[in-house]
T-cell receptor
Framework: KNQVEQSPQSLIILEGKNCTLQCNYTVSPFSNLRWYKQDTGRGPVSLTIMTFSENTKSNGRYTATLDADTKQSSLHITASQLSDSASYICVVSATGNTGKLIFGQGTTLQVKP | KAGVTQTPRYLIKTRGQQVTLSCSPISGHRSVSWYQQTPGQGLQFLFEYFSETQRNKGNFPGRFSGRQFSNSRSEMNVSTLELGDSALYLC?????????????FGEGSRLTVL
């Protein structure tokens, strides 16, 4: 069964600290993995998209990694800011005849001053 | 460049009624996909339209339907509303089909069913 699991479910950190969010997937055949940031009451915004051959991709203070062998991805946030408070959603794209996007439940991050 | 526009942003309906939501994609984007987001289920894929044809469909009952017009604008309709249909409905547009392309989401239409 195609699944995407994210951990932790929620996280509280102090402003300026780093954090890492995890995403494990059992999706086959794999096409790409995406990370989205969703502010409360807003639509998700794309942070990164990685294909099978990409190990690391950065977008400002956000760095995503992908290990296609272990089917794990992480999103590292450096020097967190209050504006990083949001939900972070991992999405995996499956190809093939029944190709679809499989969404994780998200990690809710709260950055406190 | 204008983003994805969804209307209405908020609406309240009662059980048994129907609702139509609208989505205007980014200019030049041919794919429009729809998603339902609830606190318990997270984001769930409803369907995708590409060049006016439904290309992919999620596991939702036939009460949920959609269409895409020649200008790529899309509408989704939910008939015979149930309490469980209360959710944030998001649409996303993409240059290419959703599985391959970057998705640009609108702000969503928040539906409350009483």
């Amino acid at each position: 069964k195609n699944q995407v699991e994210q951990s932790p479910q929620s996280l509280i950190i102090l402003e300026g600290k780093n954090c890492t969010l995890q995403c494990n997937y059992t999706v086959s055949p794999f096409s790409n993995l995406r990370w989205y940031k969703q502010d409360t009451g807003r639509g998700p915004v794309s942070l990164t998209i990685m294909t099978f051959s990409e190990n690391t991709k950065s977008n400002g203070r956000y760095t995503a990694t992908l290990d296609a062998d272990t089917k794990q991805s992480s999103l590292h946030i450096t020097a967190s800011q209050l504006s990083d408070s949001a939900s972070y959603i991992c999405v995996v794209s499956a190809t093939g005849n029944t190709g679809k996007l499989i969404f994780g439940q998200g990690t809710t991050l709260q950055v406190k001053p | 460049k204008a983003g994805v526009t969804q209307t209405p942003r908020y609406l309240i309906k009662t059980r048994g009624q129907q609702v139509t939501l609208s989505c205007s994609p980014i200019s030049g984007h041919r794919s429009v996909s729809w998603y339902q987001q609830t606190p318990g289920q997270g984001l769930q894929f409803l369907f995708e339209y590409f060049s006016e044809t439904q290309r992919n469909k999620g596991n939702f009952p036939g009460r949920f339907s959609g269409r895409q017009f020649s200008n790529s604008r899309s509408e989704m309709n939910v008939s015979t509303l149930e309490l469980g249909d209360s959710a944030l409905y998001l649409c996303a547009s993409s240059l290419v089909k959703q599985l391959a392309g970057e998705l640009f989401f609108g702000e969503g239409s928040r539906l409350t069913v009483l």
